[in-house]
């Protein structure tokens, strides 16, 4: 089953502190964690995702790594989330074991069919709406661009999702979301991630 919510890291610290919050969300149903990591070292991110999946599998979760597969490999991840300057998804699927997810990030409707065609598992579409998490973002696709999406491939609706936004996501067809302000800065990240959660099993 592919995981519907996916909960992308961003911590100043890639310590205890972070991995005691991604062991809570993952307790309320969070079932992917994406391990973004600008700032660190290869070592350190590997020695992170490491950890990251040493809590979250035990407990039914996955782990990709956004953009880095050789990483996402060294560490023993469950798959990678490819952006447009990343490597192409038909040469990390050349490299990958069978199981290995790859998730690849598209705009519309086209860029998901050459993804598909690719032999990406899901298209990350976005951003749906402005996000202030992350500088450099193109203009917001809105909720028609990811309905075309969702007809090559299923769906992770990423930019600006909030819990007041997942169900319109979620009836223009995507298969679920990936989240990252509207947790981490929440003053209860754990409750935040309920919500989501809740909201994305009611759909």
Same mark, same amino acid.
């Given at each position: 089953?592919?995981?519907?919510?996916?909960?992308? $890291?961003?911590?100043?610290?890639?310590?205890?502190?972070?991995?005691?919050?991604?062991?809570?969300?993952?307790?309320?149903?969070?079932?992917?964690?994406?391990?973004?990591?600008?700032?660190?070292?290869?070592r350190?991110?590997?020695?992170? $995702?490491?950890?990251?999946?040493?809590?979250?599998?035990?407990?039914?979760?996955?782990?990709?790594?956004?953009?880095?597969?050789?990483l996402?490999?060294?560490?023993?991840?469950?798959?990678?989330? @490819?952006?447009s300057?990343?490597?192409?998804?038909?040469?990390?699927r050349a490299?990958?074991?069978?199981g290995?997810l790859?998730?690849?990030?598209?705009r519309?409707?086209?860029?998901?069919?050459?993804?598909?065609a690719?032999?990406?598992?899901?298209?990350?579409?976005g951003?749906?709406?402005?996000?202030?998490?992350?500088?450099?973002?193109?203009?917001?696709?809105?909720?028609?661009?990811?309905?075309?999406?969702?007809l090559? @491939?299923p769906?992770?609706?990423?930019?600006?999702? $909030?819990?007041?936004?997942?169900?319109?996501? @979620?009836?223009?067809? +995507?298969?679920?979301?990936?989240?990252?302000?509207a947790v981490?800065?929440?003053?209860?990240?754990?409750? +935040? +991630?309920?919500?989501?959660?809740?909201?994305?099993?009611?759909?």
């Amino acid at each position: 089953m592919l995981p519907r919510i996916h909960l992308i $890291t961003h911590f100043p610290h890639l310590d205890e502190v972070a991995l005691q919050l991604v062991t809570a969300v993952v307790d309320v149903g969070v079932d992917a964690i994406q391990v973004r990591a600008k700032g660190a070292t290869d070592r350190e991110l590997v020695a992170w $995702t490491r950890a990251v999946v040493s809590v979250v599998r035990p407990r039914g979760a996955r782990v990709l790594v956004n953009d880095r597969l050789d990483l996402a490999l060294a560490a023993g991840a469950d798959g990678v989330h @490819l952006g447009s300057n990343d490597l192409p998804v038909a040469d990390a699927r050349a490299m990958v074991p069978a199981g290995f997810l790859i998730g690849a990030t598209c705009r519309d409707g086209a860029d998901a069919e050459r993804a598909r065609a690719d032999g990406a598992d899901y298209a990350g579409v976005g951003p749906v709406h402005a996000s202030t998490t992350k500088i450099g973002l193109p203009a917001p696709i809105g909720l028609g661009a990811l309905s075309a999406a969702a007809l090559a @491939l299923p769906t992770i609706a990423i930019g600006g999702i $909030t819990a007041g936004r997942v169900p319109a996501v @979620l009836r223009a067809g +995507a298969h679920g979301v990936a989240v990252v302000a509207a947790v981490w800065q929440a003053l209860d990240p754990p409750r +935040a +991630a309920k919500e989501i959660v809740d909201l994305v099993h009611a759909a």
